[in-house]
């Protein structure tokens, strides 16, 4: 049986064919133009790869309510042309497919609990961090909806004592995101976080922004797994520095051996490499067929 994925950003809309096993069998990349032509390139793609359902994760904000008349619509997004956009109408329409609809970081935080570092656990969050700050939240089995869906990279931080930067965040100054998402790491020390690999002290400050929110979400969600991934992640020696920082900011107060004895199996990066994206939009899919 082959499911449809799409990973929907705002730079490019990545197209996939899979089976219910997490296998892709194929896949393509368009740029992200104005919706019209952007949809019917993906259209066009999918229309003789006889799928039985579509999964679609999606940049956002989304409404993911049900009973709302703008259910499946990206709704008041800065991406141009994209506002009070219906995509899974439009998908709908055009495939004559179910379509499963969530948003691309919780999609991602559904394919690694299908098929990657937290399979078989019935609760993990995954965070991606890069141009700014994603967080899909499993937990008691699904993914987290509520009044909209969570926004955790905007969580509100405390200031390193020592940090004199004001925050990206046009928002919030001071979020997760304003404070150590890619743009304000190259706006806080001039250069972009690739070309300051040698600098400690930009990934000592980045450790504990990132760690304090890892510990919040430690403290709010109780998680069973924690994946870390984006462009920021890719400075490998973040992962260490990350885990140490949080086992000193909790303090000893969650005393579970996953985060005291065990913290290299509880704090991680995906399984699935690059994929989680794409094979969680493929889940939603099969999720859709009910």
Not at 31 to 53: G, H, L, N, S, V
Not at 60 to 79: A, F, H, V
Not at 155 to 179: N, S
Not at 227 to 252: C, D, P, S
């Amino acid at each position: 049986m082959l499911i449809g994925g799409i990973e929907a950003g705002g730079t490019k809309m990545v197209c996939a064919v899979g089976d219910e096993n997490g296998v892709i069998q194929d896949r393509v990349s368009f740029p992200t133009r104005q919706p019209d032509e952007t949809f019917a390139d993906m259209i066009a793609y999918y229309k003789d790869k006889d799928i039985k359902a579509l999964g679609i994760g999606c940049f956002g904000p989304l409404d993911l309510n049900r009973k709302s008349e703008t259910y499946g619509y990206i709704t008041k997004t800065p991406k141009p042309g994209w506002n009070n956009c219906d995509i899974v109408g439009v998908f709908k329409e055009a495939l004559g497919v179910p379509v499963g609809f969530d948003t691309d970081v919780n999609g991602a935080v559904l394919g690694e609990v299908t098929w990657g570092a937290a399979k078989g656990l019935d609760s993990a969050i995954y965070i991606t961090i890069g141009t700014g700050v994603g967080v899909g939240v499993y937990v008691n089995g699904g993914l987290l909806h509520g009044l909209v869906h969570p926004e955790a990279g905007h969580i509100l931080l405390m200031r390193h004592p020592k940090d004199t930067y004001e925050g990206k965040c046009p928002f919030h100054k001071t979020c997760m995101e304003g404070l150590a998402a890619g743009p304000s790491i190259e706006a806080r020390w001039g250069r972009k976080g690739v070309e300051l690999a040698d600098r400690d002290e930009v990934w000592e400050l980045e450790a504990y922004y990132i760690a304090q929110a890892v510990t919040d979400y430690i403290l709010a969600y109780s998680p069973q797994k924690i994946i870390l991934w984006g462009g920021v992640m890719h400075q490998e020696k973040l992962f260490g520095m990350i885990r140490k920082e949080v086992q000193r900011q909790l303090n000893g107060y969650v005393a579970h051996e996953m985060i005291t004895d065990k913290i290299d199996e509880y704090i991680v990066p995906p399984a699935l490499g690059e994929d989680p994206g794409i094979l969680g939009a493929i889940k939603l899919g099969l999720d859709a067929l009910g």
